[in-house]
């Protein structure tokens, strides 16, 4: 679900075809624009799967996930109809990696288990593969196995970098440094935190992984009190950079997914008080 390169077009000269107006809105990082010039294309002409795909991140970026959500079930199925497999395998991971963190375990499922075949079907070495590990690593988070946990993301991390995929790698290193804070190992995980967090800073992730990647730290940092961390973050990112949280699409969205993802429960330990009040981290 990556946005098409930014381009812009000179004044006056706004294309007068609703599927032109989504893809520059998108582009320009308007998402609410966006999704509106999507609706008004589906209207009048057949969307490609890609197309699809762009509109749903539109949608879930403004929170509206109802009409995401449809996006993506019609992205995936477009896709399959034009016979791109793995297009459709990462369409079906991103239902369930949605649905999941929204607690729809039985939906999320689903949809995992058919991208899984799909991949498995293809049997081809992709990114994907790299993908469909998280939702394992985040099941073995929640169950405290913080150890399996960090193998599998540190699996999924070395597939994306194989594949140059840098919104695999830094979702990887967010997981893994959750796990090393489920087993107390507090400075191991806030240094991924750190890595991940270059990346997001340096507007090489796409929209949603940056906000997710985001959230994610600055809740991890919140748990073992590294607030001096936390605040340097997001004072990186602060609201009117290109790649802060805020241009990333709605705050409360992607902070609700990522706080489902790495619940108080599967992180562990917190750091003590005093120590951090001591130390900054």
């Given at each position: 679900m990556k946005p098409p390169s930014k381009r812009v077009?000179?004044?006056?000269?706004?294309?007068?075809?609703?599927?032109?107006?989504?893809?520059?809105?998108?582009?320009?990082?308007?998402?609410?624009?966006?999704?509106?010039?999507?609706?008004?294309?589906?209207?009048?002409?057949?969307?490609?799967?890609?197309?699809?795909?762009?509109?749903?991140?539109?949608?879930?970026?403004?929170?509206?996930?109802?009409?995401?959500?449809?996006?993506?079930?019609?992205?995936?199925?477009?896709?399959?109809?034009?016979?791109?497999?793995?297009?459709?395998?990462?369409?079906?991971?991103?239902?369930?990696?949605?649905?999941?963190?929204?607690?729809?375990?039985?939906?999320?499922?689903?949809?995992?288990?058919?991208?899984?075949?799909?991949?498995?079907?293809?049997?081809?070495?992709?990114?994907?593969?790299?993908?469909?590990?998280?939702?394992?690593?985040?099941?073995?988070?929640?169950?405290?196995?913080?150890?399996?946990?960090?193998?599998?993301?540190?699996?999924?991390?070395?597939?994306?970098?194989?594949?140059?995929?840098?919104?695999?790698?830094?979702?990887?290193?967010?997981m893994r440094g959750h796990a090393f804070l489920r087993d107390a190992r507090f400075e191991e995980g806030l240094r991924l935190f750190d890595e991940a967090m270059i990346s997001a800073a340096a507007g090489e992730l796409t929209p949603v992984t940056t906000g997710f990647t985001y959230c994610s730290v600055i809740f991890g940092c919140q748990l073992v009190y590294a607030l001096d961390r936390a605040r340097e973050w997001t004072d990186a990112l602060k609201p009117g950079a290109t790649h802060s949280p805020a241009a990333s699409g709605s705050p409360a969205t992607v902070s609700s997914t990522a706080r489902r993802s790495f619940s108080s429960r599967a992180s562990g330990p917190r750091r003590p008080r005093k120590r951090a009040a001591r130390r900054s981290v």
């Open positions: 077009r000179p004044p006056g000269t706004e294309s007068p075809r609703p599927l032109e107006r989504a893809r520059d809105a998108c582009a320009q990082h308007a998402w609410a624009r966006a999704v509106d010039a999507f609706a008004e294309a589906d209207r009048g002409e057949p969307l490609s799967g890609a197309d699809l795909d762009l509109w749903a991140t539109c949608a879930l970026l403004v929170g509206r996930d109802e009409e995401g959500l449809h996006a993506l079930e019609r992205a995936h199925h477009a896709h399959l109809e034009a016979g791109a497999t793995l297009p459709a395998a990462r369409s079906a991971f991103w239902m369930a990696f949605r649905l999941i963190s929204a607690g729809e375990r039985g939906r999320g499922g689903g949809w995992l288990s058919r991208a899984r075949r799909l991949v498995d079907e293809c049997g081809e070495d992709c990114v994907e593969r790299g993908y469909l590990l998280l939702p394992e690593a985040r099941q073995r988070l929640a169950a405290g196995d913080g150890e399996a946990a960090r193998a599998l993301a540190a699996d999924a991390e070395r597939i994306g970098e194989r594949f140059h995929d840098p919104d695999l790698v830094a979702i990887a290193r967010s």
